[in-house]
């Protein structure tokens, strides 16, 4: 059973940076697409971003384009979110997510998900 944890959530402000992680057990990681999605207060769950295990598909939703960067480490079993030039509006809890590609995950999420890591950015 595919788990997946996060951290590296917090209290930011605006124009700051940040990395999340998200750590993988439980199933081989090269296996799956990884992404990551966010829900604001009183928001659906939206996505950020996503990537394939080679990292040769990746895609990002058009709020964060330029901002944020999604990388992974096969060899950690580990997926990356940095953000940068953090605005207000980036204000949500944060979820890694797992699937078998990068276009399942991209338009709904994928089969497992993380509990989420919560950010904050301060105007």
């Known amino acids: 059973q595919v788990q997946l944890v996060e951290s590296g959530g917090g209290l930011v402000q605006a124009g700051g940076s940040l990395r999340l992680s998200c750590t993988f057990s439980g199933g081989t990681f090269r296996s799956y697409a990884m992404g990551w999605f966010r829900q604001a207060p009183g928001k659906e769950r939206e996505f950020v971003a996503t990537?394939?295990?080679?990292?040769?598909?990746?895609y990002y939703a058009d709020s964060v384009k330029g901002r944020f960067t999604i990388s992974r480490d096969n060899a950690k079993n580990t997926v990356y979110l940095q953000m940068s030039s953090l605005k207000p509006e980036d204000t949500a809890v944060y979820y890694c997510t797992a699937g078998p590609n990068t276009s399942l995950v991209r338009s709904r999420g994928g089969t497992s998900w993380g509990k989420g890591t919560l950010v904050t950015v301060s105007s």
């Open positions: 990537t394939s295990w080679s990292e040769s598909s990746v």
